[in-house]
T-cell receptor
């Protein structure tokens, strides 16, 4: 089954404790992206990647890191989480058509709480 | 930077009726994609419909259609014959030339039986 998977689905942690949220897709998509969703703000893009070893900042990259060492995986790293990073996080992937992303397949989301 | 505005935080519609959700955006780019996503209570993000800016014809997917007004930078979603399963948050989104994405704040649609 074609899908985007995220782990964990729920996470409660404490300020400053490094964590990684994994994202994996089995559709051989070039494009992958991370978003955070907060009430009243919609989804905001954190980072995106056009291919292996290529990453770009979205609108809210501060406090986050990503890596794209393999085409299928795009982990999101919070090296020192803070309470303002409490949010619902989505990973998404997409094929590129003539270099452009034309649609996205979203993972199920990760609910992160930072105490 | 491009921005996407959804001016209706909440909308309601009677089952079987038609409802239109509004979306405006601001950009200086000439070629881009616009999307409408649905998010039901399960939180899953589901693509409803998409529109390429260079295409003048409005996109249609079954009961869902858009009114794309490029000069006015407007991209509204019309849902015909509304069903109870249409109840959800709806997000308008913009994909720019750098493949960056921006979403509106969302419109919560309630469908009354």
């Amino acid at each position: 089954e074609a899908q985007v998977t995220q782990n964990p689905r729920y996470l409660i942690t404490v300020t400053g404790k490094k964590l990684t949220v994994t994202c994996s897709q089995n559709m051989n998509h070039e494009y992958m992206s991370w978003y955070r969703q907060d009430p009243g703000l919609g989804l905001r893009q954190i980072y995106y990647s056009m291919n292996v070893e290529v990453t770009d900042k979205g609108d809210v990259p501060e406090g986050y890191k990503v890596s794209r060492k393999e085409k299928r995986n795009f982990p999101l790293i919070l090296e020192s989480p803070s309470p303002n990073q409490t949010s619902l996080y989505f990973c998404a992937s997409s094929p590129l058509l003539a270099g452009f992303m034309a649609t996205q397949y979203f993972g199920p989301g990760t609910r992160l709480t930072v105490l | 930077a491009q921005t996407v505005t959804q001016s209706q935080p909440e909308m309601s519609v009677q089952e079987a009726e038609t409802v239109t959700l509004s979306c405006t955006y601001d950009t200086s780019e000439s070629d881009y994609y616009l999307f409408w996503y649905k998010q039901p209570p399960s939180r899953q993000m589901i693509l409803v419909i998409r529109q390429e800016a260079y295409k003048q014809q409005n996109a249609t997917e079954n009961r869902f259609s858009v009114n794309f007004q490029k000069a006015a930078k407007s991209f509204s979603l019309k849902i015909s014959d509304s069903q109870l399963g249409d109840a959800a948050m709806y997000f308008c989104a913009y994909r720019g030339n750098n493949n960056d994405m921006r979403f509106g704040a969302g419109t919560r649609l309630t469908v009354k039986p």
